[in-house]
């Protein structure tokens, strides 16, 4: 069974940087696509971006297009997230997410193993 262990978030300052990272351990045969989405107080969970399996295809989510950037390792076990010119409205809890398929998908549906989710808040 694949489990998925997110790195710690974080507080950063409006306009700051973070990086997540997401790592895959177990019965990881088969690559899939993987996903980042994020809860935020009172919300319901929302897509952030996306990645094939082999990393040659990416979707984000338009309120963080141009600022965030999915990517994974040559590995492809590890899957990263890199936040930019972060803004308050990007305070959430975020989850990766492993795929069912192949593709970059968008739909949280599309997702079978979750992990444990990290609190990143923008806040001067």
């Given at each position: 069974q694949v489990q998925l262990l997110q790195s710690e978030g974080g507080l950063v300052q409006p306009g700051g940087s973070l990086?997540?990272?997401?790592?895959?351990?177990?019965?990881?045969?088969?690559?899939?696509?993987?996903g980042w989405f994020r809860q935020a107080p009172g919300k319901e969970r929302e897509?952030?971006?996306?990645?094939?399996?082999?990393?040659?295809?990416?979707?984000?989510?338009?309120?963080?297009?141009?600022?965030?950037?999915?990517?994974?390792?040559?590995?492809?076990?590890?899957?990263?997230?890199?936040?930019?010119?972060?803004?308050?409205?990007?305070?959430a809890v975020y989850y990766c997410a492993k795929g069912k398929g192949l593709a970059a998908n968008r739909n949280d549906e599309q997702y079978d193993t979750w992990g444990q989710g990290t609190q990143v808040t923008v806040s001067s």
């Open positions: 990086r997540l990272s997401c790592a895959a351990s177990g019965r990881t045969s088969g690559r899939t696509g993987m897509f952030v971006a996306a990645i094939s399996w082999n990393g040659r295809w990416t979707a984000y989510a338009d309120s963080v297009e141009g600022r965030f950037t999915i990517s994974m390792n040559d590995d492809k076990n590890t899957v990263y997230l890199q936040m930019d010119s972060l803004k308050p409205e990007d305070t």
